[in-house]
Each structure stands twice: as structure tokens, then as C-alpha cells.
């Protein structure tokens, strides 16, 4: 009996074929895989709309296989308001860096989450300002050497580091949010299912819906794409604790680690 | 089509929805809160969208997108709230999105006043935002015309993909006047939108986006946009003339509001026996540039007059389309007072008499 | 028989393929791809179980997994 060859896991037809611009052992490209694999499985490709950013993820849009806006840095979320408004049934994503949404661009998100807006934010936390090349970002970690914190994050004088996931939490309206991470293959499983997850909300018009991924900038960080996995876990996951926070299923908080 | 007396904020907002523009977003500001209060409640009745974001920034982000979808779109703000959409304004006239904005202006600079002004002329026509782009600019007189403009707004925004701002004084929105609404706005024949986001269903995906890193391609975006605004400049200048006559000593160039209190004056000073004609430009962008050069350089006009509600800006337009030819002045009250047609004749006057020969003393 | 292939051109030379891969089936070669990278490549294709998760690991999707019959299904991506 001949058996076929069978492939049993190639590239989304959401994602593009195109060599991406991120550096080596970035794991933007997981979570931009993550998106398309989750566009592709509720097939939902051809009628969704992405909004990016200002920063690294700035050319998402020559990478995923379906309309795009480009925003404003900041600003994605009251893009994606604006467009979903006018179009609720098409689904409707924006995907930040944690420079574009929780600094510059923190009343959009907060406001969109509390609105309730029926699209999916992929917030993509990496602890520092990729593409203008190392800076502190809110989310860079206290004593985190970057390019515009050489003697390392001084909380003293720039605050602690911002969890976005538990802030939004504290807004009444519903939401899904929850926080995962791209440095392993076993999160990368779990982000996968957290994102389709969000998704599926967002079809069913359930409620605004938000996830974190902790991400890896081997360039800023000044470490190697596997130095990087490890100072992810090491360093980055004990203040950004993973899991969902708040989910309109259940509405208790679960704040458990992974 | 019955008139009706309306107050110009509800007027604008009324005649948006006669366009088909039935997705508004907007924030609080006086002196223009009643549009958005008119909208939420005729939104019932209409197939839209209304929301008031947190604020003008986001606000002038939803409209990009918004208008990315292809529907009609507008907002309606005042000075400060127009300052803080500039970044998005600059981003739509790149990506060449269509979209309307309605700048009911209030005294500045900063939280200023909100009585009424025309000091957002430079931010409106000289681009208030970054980059190589123009709005193209309407500037109503009346209830009845901001209506049409207003329409008018949002069919030259479709045509030329490209954000259009009405701008009027406050008065231009306070004010009660009879008005004239169509049942449907009626507008000559539109391209389909076959550039807006619609999904990539049997088609590449859209991508509506200003970021040009290669800058032969950014200069190309520019170039695009720049054969928009010049045609614009042949085909969508608009002016009116009043009293323009051989006669005229003085030429008045006023717009909005202003030119109506010159309208006033003009006919006083006739009484006195002083000639004055009234240019007033309705697009400010384009600015009527040849049709002001042929009047101001008439035979008969000795002097011109400009008259604004701010300290002097088309007056810089005035003296770039009149060369120097004649002698221009200005005057304008700002911070939200408005002249009188006493102090518009008060203007003329002096200006008519210096150039009467001084009684006794010859000629040399 | 289960096995990947690896696009030189897509793969950037990051090895976490390499670090991920329980069966320690996949090296770095010698060669490199359009963009001056050493790219991942199978080096021992027998032990290879069809997993995938070198190409879960993998950030710029350069690794395609094929198998023959029965599959290794030890969770469900």
C-alpha cells in the first residue's frame, strides 16, 4: 500500500509569502503565524481587516493576506473602532507594540476596552521600543538596561512597569484578556489557542478582547535569539504573570501562572 | 421643499445626512455642541453611526477608519479640537481617504474664547499637519449656503479622495436662519469605491496605508496628491462678487460672516456717495487668486481693503495674488469680536479720504 | 517516514529550531541563504518523528513538516 506523502503543517494561507523584515529569533513572526493560523481556522481571511502600528510590526501589513490599514502611531484602536462600527461583520484586528499601545497610545486602548469595542487587539509586549532601536518602553522592567536607560530602568524616576492586561481588567465593561507568551513551543501552543480564542469572541460579537504576548527582541535585549527565550522566562514572566485575567465566561479573575 | 428656520449647527447636521453621511463621530466643544446633539437624536430615524470618542485625536483617527470602508464620514469641531486632529488629517490626505470636517471657529490661540473668529485660516489652508498635503477649503456666509457646502463637502471629498473642511465662524453655527433643505442631495455621477477596505475576497488584499520608506515612492504619493490640488485650483475656486461695479474707489475682500457686515457697509457707504464693491472668496482652498489679481488691478480701484475676524491672514494670500499692484490694508478685530459696519465704513472712509485732495492745497 | 524541509531563504540562522527539536535531528549548515544567513537543516532525517516543534519554534514559518501514514500526535496544534 503506497502511502501518501501528507504535510502536516506548512504556512497559513493568511500569511504572505514574503521574507519578513524582523531580526533573527524575533518572535513577532510566531504571533503573526499565530493570527493567520487563527484567520485561516475560522475562515474569516476574506472578510478581515487588520490595523497596524507605528514600530516594528509597522509593515504587518506586507505579511498577512487580507486588508489592512496602517495607524497613526498609537492610534490603531480607534481605527479598528471607527472601521468596525461602520463594518461589524467583518473581524477586525489590530496588532500594537507595547510602545504603540501602552504608551502614545493608551486612552485609545483604554477607551476602545471600555467602550467594548467587538475587535481583537494582539498586543505584543517585548519590553522596549524595537524598531527606533532599544528604548524604554512602558513596559521595560525595572533596572532594564535600554538605549534611553543606560544605568537600567530607574522606577524612582520613570514608575514601574505598566501591566496592561490587569489594568484593562479593572474596567467594568466584559472583556476577554489574557496574557501568553511566544518563547517556547508549549506557550506557543497555549498564545495559539488564546488568540483563536479572541477570535471566536469577536464572531460572536461577544465583547472586547485583548491578548498580551510576551515577545523576544533579541537585538534590544542584546542577547541571542536562545538567550533571549531564557531571559523571557527568567525575567519577563515573573512581573508580567501569564494567564487569562478576565474572560466574560467566568468573570472571576484567574491569576494563576501558567 | 419647505424653508424652515434652523440654527446653523443643526442646519450642517442635517444637511450631512442629506449627503448620505449618516456616520458621525465627534467630541464636545463649544461653540458646536448642537451637531452632535442634533445627530444622537435623528440617529433613530437614520441607518448610521454616532459616537462621541474620548476625544478629538481619536475621534479624527475613527473617521480614517471609518472612511477606510468607504461609506461617508464626517465630524464637526472648533479651533482647539481641530489643532488636535491634524496628525490624522495629514495621515487621510496621504492614504487619500475622503473626509469631511466642519471647523465652527471659536477665538484663540490656545482655550481662547468661544465667541466667534476666523483665526484657524492659516491652520485650514496652509495644511495644520505635517507634510506635503492641502484640505480644500469652504467657507460659507450663511445657514443656506453652509448647507450647501456642507453637501457640496462631501461630494468633492469622495472626487478627490481627499479630507475637506468647512470652516465658519461662530456665528456661522449659533445663528438661526430660514433655511432650504433638499429631500436628497443630488450630485453629479462618482467613481465606485474601488479602493476601500472591503475584504480581500477574489481580490489582493487593500492596503490603505501613507508609509512610503522607499523615497522615490513617497515622492510619487506626493506627486499624485499634487495633480489633485492643481486641479483643484482649475476646477473647484469659487467666489461672489457684490456691488462690483467701473464706479467702485475701494475693493472690500471679506468671507464668512465678515462679508456679510461689509455687505451692510457697502451699501451705507453708498449713501455717502463712497463706491465699494465686495470679493468674497468661498474657497479658500483653492484661493481665488486670478479672479482677485483682475480686480484689484481695475483702473478704477485705488485701494483695497481686507477685512477678517482674526489679525490678518488672507490678507497674506490677498497680497501674494495681488502682487503689489495697489495698495492693500488690513483691518480685523480677534478674541472673538466682531466689527461692526460702523468700523467697516469707519475703514473706508479713511481711506477715501486720503485720497481727496486736501481743500486749498494745489496739486503739485 | 516523517520528515521537514527547510526553506534557506526564509530561515534566518536564529537555531531555536535546532535548541527545540527533542530528537536533536536539525544543524546549522555550512551555507547561506539569499540574505547572508547559515540556514537550519536536517541533518539525521531517520529519527526524525514529524513533531513539529521546530516549526512551532520557528519565527519566520521556514520549516514545512510532511509525514508518511501514521503521525506523531502528541498534542493538538
New interface residues.
Given amino acids: 500500500m503506497e502511502s501518501k506523502e501528507k504535510i502536516i503543517f506548512t504556512r497559513p494561507e493568511s500569511l504572505t509569502d514574503r521574507i519578513t523584515h524582523y531580526c533573527p529569533g524575533c518572535t513577532h513572526g510566531v504571533i503573526h503565524r499565530l493570527v493567520a493560523e487563527a484567520l485561516d481556522n475560522l475562515g474569516v481571511r476574506e472578510k478581515a481587516l487588520g490595523v497596524a502600528p507605528v514600530g516594528c510590526s509597522v509593515l504587518a501589513y506586507n505579511y498577512f493576506n487580507c486588508d489592512f490599514l496602517e495607524a497613526p502611531h498609537g492610534r490603531a484602536p480607534a481605527l479598528a473602532t471607527g472601521f468596525k462600527r461602520l463594518r461589524p461583520d467583518m473581524i477586525v484586528f489590530t496588532y500594537q507594540g507595547d510602545g504603540d499601545l501602552a504608551s502614545i497610545g493608551m486612552s485609545e486602548i483604554i477607551h476602545s476596552a471600555n467602550r467594548g469595542e467587538k475587535f481583537t487587539t494582539i498586543f505584543v509586549n517585548n519590553a522596549v521600543y524595537g524598531m527606533t532601536g532599544g528604548q524604554m518602553a512602558p513596559t521595560t522592567l525595572e533596572g532594564q538596561i535600554t538605549t534611553t536607560c543606560p544605568q537600567g530602568r530607574n522606577v524612582a524616576q520613570t514608575g514601574q512597569p505598566i501591566r496592561m492586561v490587569e489594568l484593562l481588567a479593572a474596567l467594568v465593561t466584559p472583556a476577554y484578556l489574557e496574557r501568553v507568551a511566544v518563547h517556547t513551543p508549549q506557550h506557543i501552543i497555549k498564545a495559539k489557542r488564546a488568540i483563536q480564542k479572541a477570535f471566536k469572541y469577536q464572531m460572536e460579537a461577544r465583547c472586547f478582547t485583548l491578548i498580551e504576548v510576551l515577545s523576544t527582541c533579541p537585538t534590544n535585549w542584546g542577547k541571542t535569539p536562545e538567550e533571549a527565550i531564557n531571559w523571557l522566562e527568567d525575567d519577563l514572566i515573573p512581573y508580567y504573570p501569564l494567564g487569562c485575567k478576565k474572560d466574560p465566561e467566568s468573570l472571576e479573575r484567574d491569576d494563576g501562572a501558567v | 421643499m419647505a424653508k424652515i428656520l434652523m440654527k446653523g449647527n443643526e442646519a450642517i447636521a442635517e444637511a450631512a445626512i442629506k449627503a448620505g453621511a449618516t456616520n458621525y463621530f465627534c467630541y464636545p466643544i463649544t461653540p458646536q455642541n448642537e451637531v452632535a446633539e442634533y445627530m444622537s437624536k435623528r440617529m433613530p430615524e437614520i441607518d448610521g453611526v454616532f459616537l462621541q470618542g474620548e476625544s478629538e485625536l481619536a475621534v479624527a483617527n475613527m473617521l480614517f477608519g471609518a472612511s477606510s470602508t468607504g461609506k461617508r464620514v464626517f465630524t464637526t469641531s472648533s479651533s482647539p479640537g481641530i489643532s488636535l486632529m491634524q496628525e490624522a488629517i495629514s495621515y487621510m490626505a496621504g492614504a487619500q481617504l475622503p473626509v469631511v470636517i466642519v471647523n465652527i471657529m471659536r477665538g484663540g490661540p490656545g482655550l481662547g474664547g468661544i465667541l466667534p473668529a476666523q483665526s484657524d485660516y492659516f491652520q485650514a489652508t496652509k495644511g495644520g499637519g505635517h507634510g506635503d498635503y492641502r484640505v480644500l477649503v469652504l467657507a460659507p456666509s450663511t445657514i443656506q449656503e453652509a448647507v450647501d457646502l456642507m453637501m457640496l463637502s462631501f461630494h468633492l471629498a469622495d472626487k478627490y479622495r481627499n479630507p475637506v473642511m468647512m470652516i465658519g465662524d461662530g456665528m456661522i453655527g449659533q445663528m438661526m436662519e430660514s433655511v432650504e433643505i433638499p429631500e436628497k442631495y443630488t450630485e453629479p455621477e462618482l467613481p465606485p469605491k474601488t479602493w476601500a477596505a472591503t475584504g480581500a475576497r477574489g481580490r489582493d488584499p487593500i492596503i490603505i496605508k501613507s508609509l512610503y520608506l522607499d523615497p522615490n515612492l513617497l515622492e510619487d504619493n506626493c506627486s499624485i496628491l499634487e495633480e489633485k490640488y492643481d486641479r483643484m485650483k482649475k476646477e473647484e475656486v469659487r467666489f461672489e462678487l457684490y456691488k462690483i461695479a467701473p464706479k467702485n474707489k475701494l475693493l472690500i475682500i471679506a468671507y464668512g460672516t465678515m462679508a456679510r457686515i461689509c455687505q451692510t457697509a457697502i451699501d451705507e457707504l453708498e449713501k455717502e456717495g463712497i463706491s465699494a464693491g465686495l470679493f468674497r472668496p468661498i474657497s479658500l482652498f483653492p484661493f481665488p487668486e486670478d479672479a482677485i489679481y483682475k480686480e484689484v488691478t481695475k483702473k478704477n480701484i485705488s485701494d483695497v481693503l481686507v477685512i477678517e475676524m482674526s489679525t490678518a491672514q488672507m490678507c497674506e494670500d490677498v497680497e501674494r495674488a495681488a502682487v503689489g499692484k495697489k495698495p492693500i490694508t488690513f483691518f480685523g478685530r480677534t478674541g472673538g469680536i466682531v466689527p461692526s459696519p460702523e468700523e467697516v465704513m469707519e475703514q473706508a472712509r479713511k481711506l477715501t479720504d486720503k485720497r481727496k485732495p486736501k481743500p486749498g492745497k494745489k496739486k503739485a | 517516514m516523517p520528515g521537514v524541509t527547510i526553506d534557506k531563504?526564509?530561515c534566518?540562522?536564529?537555531?531555536?529550531c535546532v535548541?527545540?527539536c527533542p530528537q536533536q535531528v536539525l544543524g546549522m549548515s555550512k551555507q547561506i541563504g539569499?540574505?547572508g544567513?547559515f540556514y537550519a537543516e536536517l541533518i539525521d532525517a531517520s529519527r526524525c518523528i514529524?513533531c513539529?516543534?521546530c516549526?512551532?519554534?520557528?519565527?519566520?514559518?521556514a520549516?514545512?513538516?510532511?509525514?508518511?501514514?501514521t503521525?506523531f500526535a502528541l498534542?493538538e496544534?
Fill in positions: 531563504n526564509h534566518k540562522g536564529c537555531e531555536l535548541k527545540a539569499v540574505k544567513y514529524g513539529k516543534i516549526a512551532i519554534t520557528c519565527p519566520d514559518v520549516i514545512e513538516v510532511h509525514t508518511h501514514g503521525s498534542f496544534y
